[in-house]
């Protein structure tokens, strides 16, 4: 059975873990997000219960507007994010 810590932690949004590890990143360092194209869902219209998409949709769009980092998508099967914090 999971923890309690563990159940909330699942409940947070990307953009919630994003800020959680990203003042832990020394300048310079990397974060790499795994499935940021979500085998194309992202570029197609998408069903408003499709949570997960929508949730990717979300953390694409403020990594795009983050000027703390940079970034850049490498469309290699699911697309791999490669964020450096400045």
Do not use: C
């Amino acid at each position: 059975m999971r923890s309690k810590k563990l159940r909330k932690l699942t409940k947070l949004s990307i953009i919630a873990y994003y800020e959680a590890v990203l003042p832990k990143v020394r300048s310079g360092g990397f974060i790499l997000a795994d499935n940021t194209l979500w085998d194309g869902k992202i570029f197609e219209t998408i069903d408003p219960n499709d949570k997960q998409t929508i949730e990717i949709m979300r953390f694409n769009d403020f990594i795009a507007k983050d000027t703390r980092i940079e970034k850049v998508i490498v469309p290699l099967r699911d697309g791999l994010t490669m964020i450096r914090k400045k």
